[in-house]
């Protein structure tokens, strides 16, 4: 087996899919580790590093490797170098990418996509999502300060009393709790709404208070995930949420749904609610973003409010973040080579959660569902 670390070439990433750190673990699955020079140059990890702990520095891994790791799906030019037959694991999000499923289908690849690593305990080793989900919800905060003009926590000085900020986080899940403890680490009052009524001893064990609702009893998935809300929840939810935002200094947004297009929670008409200065962070802005007014990739200030629409934020934070994903990577790794035949075991429901293509025929009940496919396989 020869593992091969790809530079990602995708404007912005700085994050690399293994660090020198866990090259001994794939040695020791008995394969040859092979990195494309200057690959964690943007993670702060050296050629020198890599060498260190035993991997081959080379100009291209798609001439050599046959299994190739990654972070970003691949570029045309790279899909042009990567071989036939070869295995490829990354977060491609092919259930939303129908194109690229087909160019892995055409070179008959082998493809893992860990957004797709099932949300089950004996998975939460390997589980990508919720670790950058992590960094996304604490550079957030970061982000929120940057643009706030204000102190965050309650100031006594010889000035005068400064109040602390107030936060807003809208979604408690990975992200949002995350968010919350940071901004309280920073000194801020918090509160938190989720269409969950579950996490709300997770909220306040945070030291946040959880904005109430009626709320249904079935706002969660089976995978972990938030479904979508109906037309009339949200029109509730919005009420609840607007009775928070005259005070709100900054509202830190992170509700998703996966496969689909993030919920627009936050109208224009609840932003003009919103004291001067205010900041909002929108860590959904690429799926479409939670605000009527976020754009993706911009900041803009519209109504004295500054939204932020950020684009990959675990790529500010590219060491610790490639680190993390990494290990929930290498983890995985270790599941489907760790026995001594080196099979691909489709019986495994962790590896069939993730496998989307083998040798070119899809696998994935998941991404079956999402083209159309027979739904009995759901």
């Known amino acids: 087996m ?17 660090v020198p750190a866990m ?25 020198k590093d890599y060498e260190a702990e035993g991997a081959k520095i080379v100009d ?18 790279e899909l042009n170098k990567i071989k036939d037959s070869s295995r490829l694991f990354g977060l491609f999000w092919v259930v939303t990418d129908k194109d690229l499923l087909h160019e892995f289908m055409k070179k008959k690849l082998t493809v893992f996509s860990m957004e797709l690593v099932p949300r089950i305990s004996r998975a939460q080793y390997m589980d990508v999502l919720s670790s950058m989900s992590a960094v996304a919800g604490y550079r957030s905060v970061l ?10 926590p309650l100031l006594m000085t010889a000035a005068g009393k400064i109040p602390p900020a107030n936060v807003l986080v809208i979604g408690a899940g990975v992200a949002g ?16 709404f989720d269409t969950r009524a579950a996490v709300k001893e997770q909220v306040e064990s945070l030291g946040a208070r959880f904005v109430e609702m009626e709320m249904p009893e079935d706002m969660e998935s089976d995978g972990g995930y938030a479904k979508e809300a109906t037309a009339e929840f949200i029109k509730k939810e919005r009420e609840a949420i607007s009775a928070k935002l005259p005070k709100t200094d900054i509202m830190i947004t992170t509700a998703q749904v996966f496969g689909k297009k993030a919920p627009v929670i ?24 939670n605000t009527e007014l976020t754009v993706a990739g911009k900041t803009i200030k519209d109504h004295g409010v500054t939204i932020v629409g950020p684009i990959n934020l675990p790529s500010y934070l590219a060491s610790h973040a490639s680190a993390m994903y990494s290990r929930n990577l290498v983890n995985l790794l270790k599941l489907i080579y760790g026995d001594k035949e080196k099979k691909l075991d489709l019986e495994d429901e962790v ?11 899809i696998v994935s009940k998941t991404v079956k569902m999402a083209f159309g496919g027979d739904k009995d396989d759901r």
Do not use: W
Request: hydrophobic share 45%; net charge negative; charged share 25%.
């Open 2 to 18: 020869k593992f091969g670390i790809a530079q990602e070439l995708v404007e912005g990433e700085r994050r690399v899919a293994i």
């Open 23 to 47: 090259v001994g673990d794939l040695i020791k699955l008995g394969g040859e580790v092979l990195v494309e020079r200057n690959a964690g140059a943007k993670s702060d990890y050296s050629d």
């Open 60 to 77: 291209s891994v798609y001439d050599h490797a046959g299994i190739i790791l990654k972070i970003q799906p691949p570029s045309q030019e």
């Open 143 to 152: 982000l929120a300060a940057e643009h706030f003009g204000r102190f965050f």
């Open 177 to 192: 709790l995350q968010a919350i403890a940071t901004a309280k680490r920073l000194g801020a009052k918090v509160d938190a």
């Open 266 to 289: 936050v109208t224009e008409e609840m932003i003009k609610m919103m004291p001067q200065g205010a900041v909002i962070v929108d860590i959904a802005a690429e799926q479409g973003g």
């Open 351 to 361: 590896i069939a959660g993730c496998c989307v293509l083998s040798r070119g025929e």
